[in-house]
């Protein structure tokens, strides 16, 4: 049975938040330098999920309100993320984040565009944006350079029947939605290290995986071990990461 999108990370939310890659911190001094991001700025991230992107931004000092649907995924937000004064956290889709007309400087939206309905966000996002406000989606994009991600995208590709990893980047969803603004474009490498169990949380964390008690859990927890067996070393492989950024004024 097909899940909504709210609903579809429940049984992932755990995973999600401690397995999933962080945002290089050069995506702030981007901002910062770029659109003129400054800490007088209020942002709403949406779509935020366990907070992985939010704290980024509260970690630089920033004011924040994480709009996010799905219950589980934004109580872990809540719990990791309770020591930020400057957070709010608001149950809320993209096409109705029940904000404050033109109360926000920057919009950020990561990882989770694709599951949005581009037209009734579009309309939501320039109802809730300050006027010279922006837009911003970002994605961490796992390469696959390396034999090891070569490997472990073949392994995803076995499991996923709808691949929105492939879907997100769609150029004319992101320019349609986008414009007719120009749009800026800036990608920022970054990499981490996984043991054998991080490596399986990681695969684990993605919406397609089996999760333990379900079909084809322990034939996934047999592939990850081949795979990471074939390609460590020293107990770790190597995950490298392209931060995609695009953003506009949204006019």
């Known amino acids: 049975m097909n899940k909504s999108p709210i609903s579809i990370f429940s049984n992932h939310s755990e995973d999600y938040q401690k397995y999933r890659p962080r945002y290089p911190e050069a995506i702030i001094t981007y901002l910062e330098q770029n659109i ?95 006027p010279g406000g922006h837009v911003l989606l970002v994605w961490n994009i796992l390469q696959q350079k390396s034999q090891f991600l070569k490997a472990y995208q073949a392994l995803k590709d076995q499991y996923a029947d709808r691949k929105p990893y492939v879907e997100k980047l769609e150029n004319i969803r992101i320019e349609t939605f986008l414009g007719p603004a120009a749009i800026v474009r800036q990608e920022i490498y970054h990499s981490r290290l996984l043991n054998k169990d991080e490596l399986l949380g990681y695969f684990r964390s993605s919406s397609y995986s089996p999760v333990q008690g379900e079909p084809d859990y322990e034939k996934l927890v047999a592939e990850i071990d081949q795979i990471f067996s074939e390609h460590q070393q020293n107990g770790f492989v190597k995950l490298e990461y392209d931060a995609k950024l695009y953003f506009s004024s949204f006019e």
């Not at 980024?56 to 930020?84: F, G, S, T």
């Not at 920057?106 to 565009?113: G, M, P």
């Open 36 to 130: 003129g991001l400054n800490k007088d700025k209020l942002i709403a991230d949406i779509g935020s999920g366990t907070g992985i992107f939010t704290e980024l931004l509260l970690k630089n000092d920033y004011r924040v309100l994480a709009v996010e649907p799905n219950v589980q995924m934004r109580n872990q937000a809540e719990i990791r993320l309770n020591q930020y004064e400057k957070l709010d956290h608001i149950t809320g889709t993209a096409e109705q984040t029940n904000l404050a007309d033109h109360s926000v400087d920057l919009i950020t939206v990561a990882q989770s565009f694709h599951w949005f309905d581009l037209a009734q966000t579009k309309t939501e996002f320039k109802r809730i944006l300050k």
